[in-house]
């Protein structure tokens, strides 16, 4: 019996299997989703509560460039062009020097 000589309006339904394997691909695809929105939420939380305030001025050393700077919670450093790392508190003093030295 072909499909073209059943009538209309009869209804046509997957076997079993398929139905069931339908349903474990929408349920893996929400899933997916789901799991997605929770990582991206977290990411955007995570990174909204690092909130550590730049110096609002500061003072280095007569003749020194900074080329990089990192900052805790507690400290923060500048890297001068002059191998020299300088370690401030974040009230601004100068806790420790230190000189990089082997570079060349």
Not at 8 to 24: A, G, H, M, S
Not at 28 to 38: K, P, R, Y
Not at 69 to 77: A, R, V
Request: no cysteine; hydrophobic share 45%; aromatic share 6%.
């Amino acid at each position: 019996m072909d499909k073209d000589d059943l009538p209309p309006n009869v209804d046509f339904q997957l076997p079993k299997n398929l139905r069931f394997l339908q349903r474990l691909v929408t349920m893996l695809t929400a899933s997916m989703i789901v799991g997605i929105l929770i990582i991206v939420t977290l990411l955007v939380i995570k990174i909204r509560s690092e909130d550590l305030n730049f110096p609002s001025n500061l003072l280095l050393p007569d003749g020194t460039k900074p080329v990089a700077f990192t900052q805790t919670k507690d400290w923060y450093s500048v890297v001068t062009e002059d191998n020299d790392i300088l370690i401030y508190k974040n009230d601004g003093t100068l806790i420790k020097s230190i000189k990089v030295s082997g570079l060349d």
